[in-house]
Nanobody
């Protein structure tokens, strides 16, 4: 059974940093693409960044390019999202999701196959 558990959210001041973690279990980590998505109240869900666990290739939304970095640790079956220079518009619930037969851009922009498995989400609030 696919399980994704997010952690690392919290309250941070503008300009600050947070690192989110997505711990994965129940599937062969290397076969899948994992992505971070976010949804703010009243807004559509946005694919923020996605990574191929096999190749390490990545995708970033324009809104976070240069500020966020996605990495994976195969030994720990965990994907991280390092978020720097956070701004109030980054405030949202952040979710990780995984899909197998897709690519990082396809997962983040198109939602992959549509048969994603999702974590429960972690709140990120950027405020002074």
């Amino acid at each position: 059974q696919v399980q994704l558990v997010e952690s690392g959210g919290g309250l941070v001041q503008p300009g600050g940093s947070l690192r989110l973690s997505c711990a994965a279990s129940g599937f062969t980590f290397d076969y899948y693409v994992i992505g971070w998505f976010r949804q703010a109240p009243g807004k559509e869900r946005e694919g923020v960044s996605c990574i191929s666990n096999r190749s390490g290739s990545t995708y970033y939304a324009d809104s976070v390019k240069g500020r966020f970095t996605i990495t994976r640790d195969k030994a720990k079956n965990t994907v991280y999202l390092q978020m720097n220079s956070l701004q109030p518009e980054d405030t949202a619930v952040y979710y990780c999701a995984t899909d197998r037969y897709t690519s990082p851009p396809d997962l983040c922009r198109e939602g992959g196959s549509g048969m994603l498995s999702w974590g429960q989400g972690t709140q990120v609030t950027v405020s002074s």
